[in-house]
């Protein structure tokens, strides 16, 4: 009985005694703790290979997309190896990229491969573990210019470590995606009509020295009933007609120089005094617009609204959006340049002319206007009719003129050449 009881006692302390329970448990936590801490390094190592991934993969778009528009324009397929060459180059010096594990020994791409599910070969390079789908896509830019669009997907492979592994998953696929757009030189196209007054004070001399001429007759307001008897005397000053036709020269030369083969831009100009002048047509470049203004006399009184109506209905026919059509495929952005010196002789002039301003500027016609050291109902006449404040231009010399068209030239200029890249 005694032998018994000893028995069952022992039993029981050894029941109760829990001294072996920490080990049990630390060879079942174990693989679970070493597995989380390679998770914890995998993580780290997969964020910062996302991060060069997406880095690599917008930079090696923009190539792309730089190398389809640079002087050397590559074909499309020629756009893609760039692309790819790009991304090896990139991805090839990173040392984040499958960084090893703590305490594990650095994994070549070789020994990579020996543990990937499908080894490519002996001695894989970056492209082993990773793949890129390059798209390209080539649209037309207007008559002559090209669109690109440059989309990649870039997958990339990463192996876990050990530590991870005991989880049972060896590796993932991280993917970046990247678009980049380009277009060699776009042209927008125009069409333009200068609406000019030559009344007979616009013979009258401007304070700029002509230094073509020696002597000639500068006829002022004072002495304008002696035209055209005055006689000459020096110096010389350049007349009023002659500064608008060198500021109009100049407006046509920032055209011409936007659109050299007359593909974009369409001019005419149409001149008034007391009555309309015969209206010239609007036609390619700026040739025959440039005639007209060259060919302009001043004489007679003024009176725009009838020259003004004319102007807009050129522009806004229906015949100049189909010759845009046919030519560069566009619709094309309308302009009235609107320049007098003086004001109409009759208040009803004015009349007419604000009410085809108003229905040119709610048909989208931009209007620049330009007093020409003109007086203040001339000038109030021409602020009412600009498009805006910043289409307004005062001129009270010959410079200031050349100055106005210059600018009116540059603005429609840049409209008509536009570089994306």
């Not at 080990?23 to 996302?50: C, E, R």
């Amino acid at each position: 009985m005694v032998r018994r009881s000893m028995v069952s006692r022992s039993f029981g302390m050894m029941l109760k005694d829990r001294g072996g329970n920490f080990g049990m448990m630390t060879a079942l936590v174990a693989p679970l703790l070493l597995a989380a801490g390679g998770v914890s390094i995998d993580m780290a190592n997969m964020l910062m290979t996302k991060n060069q991934l997406q880095d690599a993969t917008d930079a090696a778009a923009l190539a792309a997309a730089s190398a389809l528009v640079s002087n050397e324009q590559p074909n499309i397929e020629a756009a893609k190896l760039i692309a790819r060459k790009f991304l090896k180059a990139q991805m090839a010096g990173s040392s984040a990229t499958d960084s090893p594990a703590a305490g594990e020994p650095e994994r070549t791409p070789a020994t990579r491969a020996a543990d990937s599910p499908t080894p490519t070969s002996e001695t894989p390079d970056w492209d082993d573990i990773n793949v890129s789908e390059v798209n390209i896509i080539e649209t037309p830019n207007g008559t002559k210019g090209k669109s690109f669009k440059v989309s990649i997907v870039n997958k990339h492979l990463i192996q876990f470590n050990a530590m991870t592994r005991l989880l049972g998953t060896d590796s993932i696929e991280l993917e970046t995606r990247a678009t980049a757009e380009s277009a060699t030189e776009s042209k927008n196209a125009l069409s333009m009509y200068l609406v000019l007054d030559r009344s007979g004070s616009m013979a009258w001399k401007t304070n700029t020295v002509d230094t073509t001429k020696s002597k000639c007759p500068n006829y002022t307001e004072a002495n304008w009933g002696r035209y055209p008897n005055l006689s000459a005397t020096s110096p010389c000053y350049v007349t009023k007609i002659n500064a608008l036709k060198t500021a109009a020269g100049d407006l046509f030369a920032q055209l011409l120089l936007a659109d050299p083969e007359s593909i974009y831009v369409r001019t005419g100009a149409v001149s008034y005094n007391a009555s309309q002048d015969p209206a010239g047509s609007l036609a390619w470049g700026t040739t025959g617009a440039a005639a007209y203004v060259n060919a302009l006399v001043a004489t007679g009184g003024t009176a725009s609204g009838n020259a003004f109506k004319t102007a807009y209905q050129k522009v806004i026919a229906s015949t100049e959006d189909t010759a845009h059509n046919g030519k560069n495929g566009q619709i094309p952005t309308k302009y009235i340049v609107f320049m007098t010196d003086g004001e109409n002789n009759y208040a009803n002039d004015d009349t007419v002319t604000k009410y085809w301003c108003d229905i040119a500027k709610a048909n989208k016609v931009q209007i620049y206007s330009v007093a020409f050291m003109a007086p203040d109902r001339g000038q109030a006449l021409l602020k009412y009719c600009a498009s805006s404040i910043s289409h307004y231009f005062e001129a009270e010399e010959a410079a200031d003129l050349v100055a106005a068209f210059k600018a009116i030239g540059e603005r429609a200029s840049a409209m008509v050449s536009r570089l994306t890249e």
